[in-house]
């Protein structure tokens, strides 16, 4: 079975500059989450994804910050215009439908995004 | 609120060394607990989980944790330390109940160094 797939890898751009990151989750799961982990510190939900509906998204930063998923398989976080406090690594999970959390997330590599 | 603490940022040992790693939780109800693990340049993998079965906890690569409710705590040990072992290690909690059960909150991490 693949895995989270995200991509890019890693993405540096400058402040100012629009930056899209891309998550495929693993194939039949509804629940799709975004974490961030800002430079030292804690690794931050910023929300999650049941199919193509927004269940929580109360971890988002500002409005800079735009996540989709359309068709409620693969989702897109883009961040415009970027800041340089949005560097960071970006985490995405999935899990299983009914996906209660004690299943455990299965989590991407992440993309780690550095503004300049 | 949950949150998560985690005492000691870094862990040098030796190898074939104890691996402790501490993880204190806070919580009125027992959260479901997990310890996660990200390899250098890799994601966040799962190394075992807490969900109110037996108190002590058997994961991956030889770790364990047990959960005392007495102390809020959720320790990581492993009896014999192997180079592989270094990496990062997070604790975490979610609520069993709730509209947030299934949003995991992480401690800030703590870096195991093995020294040969």
């Known amino acids: 079975e693949a895995g989270v797939t995200q991509f890019p890898s890693h993405s540096v751009i400058e402040k100012g500059q629009t930056v899209t990151l891309r998550c495929d989750p693993i194939s039949g799961h509804d629940n799709l989450y975004w974490y961030r982990r800002v430079m030292g510190k804690e690794i931050k939900f910023l929300l999650h994804?049941?199919?193509?509906?927004?269940?929580?998204e109360s971890g988002m930063p500002n409005n800079r910050f735009l996540a989709e998923r359309t068709g409620g398989t693969y989702s897109t976080l883009k961040v415009q215009p970027a800041e340089l406090e949005d560097s960071g690594v970006y985490f995405c999970a999935s899990s299983q439908t009914g996906g209660q959390v004690n299943y455990g997330y299965t989590f991407g590599s992440g993309t780690r995004l550095t503004v300049v | 609120a949950q949150s998560v603490t985690q005492l000691g940022s870094h862990v040098s040992v030796s190898e074939g060394a104890l691996v402790l790693l501490r993880c204190n939780y806070s919580s009125s109800v027992p959260p479901y607990l997990f310890w996660y693990v990200q390899y250098p340049n890799q994601g966040l993998q799962l190394l075992l989980k807490y969900t109110s079965a037996a108190t002590l906890v058997k994961g991956i690569n030889g770790f364990e944790a047990e959960f005392k409710k007495s102390e809020t705590s959720f320790h990581l040990t492993k009896p014999s330390a192997h180079m592989s072992d270094a990496a990062e290690y997070f604790c975490?909690?979610?609520?069993?109940?709730?509209?947030?059960?299934?949003?995991?909150?992480f401690g800030p991490g703590t870096s195991l160094s093995v020294i040969p």
């Open positions: 994804f049941v199919k193509e509906s927004k269940q929580d």
């Open positions: 975490a909690v979610s609520d069993r109940y709730g509209t947030s059960y299934d949003k995991v909150i």
